[in-house]
């Protein structure tokens, strides 16, 4: 199970895994002909998002590794179970991968997973791009996400090509990218529609990124496909602490994502399976709608609404 890229030859594209017993972790390594920087990028930590894995197959089909100072680890399917499963979270557990970095060799098969990948894939990024979307059941805004604490982060996220990118003073612990942070190891996130589908203008957004992200680092000459910036969101981006649902519902939204909203201006409301309002939901403050609830069908306590701040 071990993995060594650096005994992998260079100018050319190798298909490994990670063995774990359980799930077996496929890894693309494409090392140039020329030493130099890492990208890691990694898709599907959450099972219902395919966005990712679809851009890193098409990213990795165009690529020329002769003509690569550097190399490029993508992991297009990280937790296989969900994957299979086309849940958020594992079959296996119950667990949210997403929430449990850096994980535990001697733990349950997600802690198991999120262990290997942070300390044999993550851990050997010269930076670290996660690509995430709104999975089936909620919706965010197709963008960029980055560490406002570090001028690295927020230079590739100026530099990635999304027209929306969203700055976060902090990084809520158990993530990949605050295992990454935790190794002094800058990263972007994404985020899209989600539906579990593919939207065509996200598939391209997280493409460019991604190869935007390798011409940044060095690893492409090619110059930076330009993309001007249109909103600035600055924020926590934590979505369980946002609006959450306080009982089982029926839930009915009054805005989109990305609307502008006033503080207690009216968001949705959640209603009984006889259609009685059992509770109604207002702005906390003035903002922009950064995520929202796509499912109708809602269990207790999951998000409804996040609402970011954002940069002028």
Known sequence: ????????????????SLDLGFARVPLIVVRGEQPGRTLVVTANVHG?????????????DALSPESMSGDLIA?????????????????????????IFPGDSEGTPSEQLAFQLAHQVIARA??????????????????????ASDPRSKAAALAFGAEVVWGHPEVAPG??????????????????????????DDLQMMKRGIRNLLRHLGI???????VPIKLHLFGEG????????????????????LDRVEKGQPLGHLTDLYGRTL????????????????????EQGEPLFLIAGELQ
């Open 75 to 99: 992991v297009p399917v990280v937790n296989p179970p969900a994957f299979w499963n086309t849940t958020r979270n594992s079959p296996l557990d119950g667990k949210n991968l997403a929430r």
């Open 220 to 226: 492409l000459a090619s110059p930076l496909e330009k």
């Open 175 to 200: 993530r990949t990218v605050s295992f990454a942070k935790s190794c002094a190891i800058p990263f972007l996130y994404t985020e899209a529609r989600g539906a579990g589908r593919i939207a065509p």
């Open 126 to 147: 010269d930076f670290y791009l996660d690509l995430h979307s709104g999975g089936v059941k909620w919706r965010m805004p197709s963008m960029a996400g980055y560490d």
């Open 279 to 298: 509770s109604s939901f207002e702005s906390p403050c003035a903002g922009i709608v950064g995520l929202r609830r796509e499912v109708p069908a809602v």
């Open 1 to 16: 199970m071990k993995f060594n890229p650096a005994e992998l030859a260079r100018g050319a594209i190798h298909q490994e």
């Open 48 to 60: 219902d998002e395919y966005e990712g894995v679809r851009a890193i197959f098409e990213t990795v």
């Open 238 to 257: 934590n979505i369980e602490r946002g609006i959450n649902a306080p009982y089982d519902g029926f839930f009915i939204p009054f805005v989109d994502v």
